[in-house]
């Protein structure tokens, strides 16, 4: 392959322009292993610890409420930050940036091992994703700037294989570890990962830069885009505890629609703005984000929510439920090499209307299990049919996004599109879990109304409702009321969780219709 510049390569900096690729081909197997691994601390983290929520909400005593925030605080600081850690990566340099990630990544990871109480872990949490901010967005834009734009799509392909792959492996592992360790050990697997990354990177990464990127961040944008987040995403998941109409919930709803506005209108007057707006004048690059909104909206909220009924409620060891994602990620990992030349062989938009479609098919067949039977007739068609879904969809969708921008301003569409995406996560968790909240109690109540239970036992139960499956019920009533009381709360969380899949099914639909509208062949 052919080095082109638009300026000479010197001091190992790649000046980024239209076309960039590392001073030295021999190293671009580096470059990826570097990517992959760095970028797969924070998808471990995002698969393992959803196995790990069943075992964090007893031994921390924790509502669905407070799990919630265990996932949305990372979520949080990482989709309120992707923008300005891909901002930073062109200012300041890639590598330097996607390091200082890798570090303070495993700095949170020990914090969150060591964490004694739901709110220490909360705060560990959120420091991971200030660090995945850094360390996303900065490998897809090495990647970016090492790889011409022939390879760049099976590039990304492989990197989203990989990373599949490897974010597959880690429920696994993390699960046994949960089961004959303690969950705490779940988070120091970053440890190891995070030293061969920055040993990688050092020896065998080149530098790169935006050269003519203005040094001057917009922190006020930062503090507008995580006030606002923060607050919706808060009124959202309170609303399930205190209602719609409370002064707390309304004044958060009201004040993060406020703050998201105000962030937009900051970003569209800024000499600097960590959201540059013109960046969506491009068709594809719009399309291609409102598209992810919606499909990552799905994935994330209907996908935290599987590892609790897996556990709590069809009865599968730790192990079991990180095992049940292997067809998922085994299918993203064997296709999404292929399905990153997809682009180049027959444009964007076919795969983006199919893969959503093949998507929402699954979360339909997530619909069908009840309480009860074996796997492989229950949830593996399910998991077998989203996979191949999102396996179509996945690099596709983000190769068109690095495609709709110039090469020099690949850290901040990566930022965007990454921020999109666990915006969408962020989003999903708070909206899906107020349906899910909503439709147990909904059914709960019918199944109680039917049973003779004492007023000690339903008030146990009112007070547990939070906890969803995870309630536990008092000693002092008898085997059979025990036996008849626990299968009414898990065909009322099944009823639940049937609505939050066909609600996923429905937004990959519209992500499909998006692609089928907007997206062009180019």
């Excluded at 790649?14 to 690729?21: E, H, L, N, S």
């Excluded at 330097?96 to 914090?111: H, Q």
């Excluded at 696994?172 to 360790?181: A, D, K, P, R, Y």
């Excluded at 609600?503 to 907007?518: D, I, M, P, Q």
């Amino acid at each position: 392959m052919a080095n082109i510049f638009t300026q000479p390569c010197d001091e190992g900096v790649i000046r980024a322009g239209p076309t960039a690729v590392p001073c030295t081909p021999m190293s671009e197997p580096w470059i990826l292993a570097a990517t992959i691994l760095g970028s797969s601390m924070v998808f471990i983290d995002g698969t393992v610890v959803n196995v790990a929520l069943p075992a964090l909400q007893k031994s921390l005593n924790a509502t669905v409420l407070d799990v919630q925030w265990v996932v949305e605080s990372y979520a949080l600081f990482l989709a309120a930050l992707l923008l300005t850690g891909g901002s930073m990566g062109d200012r300041f340099g890639r590598r330097r940036i996607f390091c200082s990630g890798v570090v303070l990544f495993a700095l949170a990871s020990i914090g969150g091992g060591m964490a004694q109480s739901v709110n220490q872990l909360i705060v560990a949490r959120a420091v991971q994703g200030v660090a995945g901010a850094l360390l996303v967005p900065g490998s897809l834009a090495i990647i970016s700037a090492s790889f011409d734009e022939q390879r760049r799509g099976q590039a990304i392909g492989t990197w989203s294989g990989f990373t599949a792959i490897t974010a597959g492996v880690g429920p696994v592992i993390g699960g046994w570890l949960i089961e004959h360790v303690s969950w705490r050990v779940v988070f120091f697997i970053n440890v190891p990962l995070a030293l061969i990354v920055l040993l990688i990177s050092l020896l065998h990464v080149p530098e790169s830069r935006d050269v003519g990127a203005n040094t001057t961040l917009d922190w006020r944008g930062v503090a507008l885009a995580t006030l606002g987040l923060g607050t919706l995403v808060y009124g959202l998941i309170e609303s399930s505890r205190l209602g719609f109409g409370h002064p707390i919930v309304l004044g958060a709803l009201f004040g993060g629609v406020i703050s998201l506005a105000v962030f937009f209108l900051n970003e569209a007057r800024s000499p600097n703005p960590m959201l540059p707006l013109a960046l969506f004048r491009s068709r594809n690059f719009s399309g291609s984000n409102l598209l992810t909104l919606f499909l990552y909206t799905a994935v994330g909220g209907g996908m935290f929510f599987f590892p609790l009924n897996l556990i709590q409620v069809q009865g599968y060891s730790a192990t079991a439920a990180g095992a049940a994602w292997l067809p998922f990620i085994l299918i993203l990992f064997l296709l999404s090499r292929w399905s990153g030349g997809l682009v180049k062989s027959y444009g964007a938009k076919g795969p983006l209307v199919i893969g959503p479609g093949i998507a929402a098919l699954g979360y339909g067949l997530f619909m069908v299990p009840g309480v009860g039977g074996n796997y492989w007739t229950t949830f593996f068609p399910a998991m077998v049919v989203l996979g191949l879904g999102m396996a179509v969809s996945v690099a596709p969708l983000t190769t068109t996004v690095m495609n709709a921008v110039p090469a020099n301003r690949a850290g901040v569409a990566s930022g965007v599109n990454n921020a999109v995406s666990r915006i969408g996560g962020l989003l999903g968790i708070a909206v899906l879990g107020i349906v899910i909240v909503h439709s147990f109690n909904r059914a709960l109540d019918g199944r109680l109304a039917r049973m003779d239970l004492s007023a000690q036992v339903r008030l146990s139960i009112d007070e547990q409702r939070t906890r969803l499956a995870g309630a536990e019920l008092p000693s002092s009533m008898d085997e059979r009321t025990r036996i008849a009381l626990k299968q009414a709360i898990n065909e009322s969380f099944v009823f639940g969780f049937r609505l939050v899949m066909l609600t996923a099914a429905g937004l990959a639909l519209v992500s499909a219709f998006v692609a089928f509208a907007v997206i062009e062949n180019r």
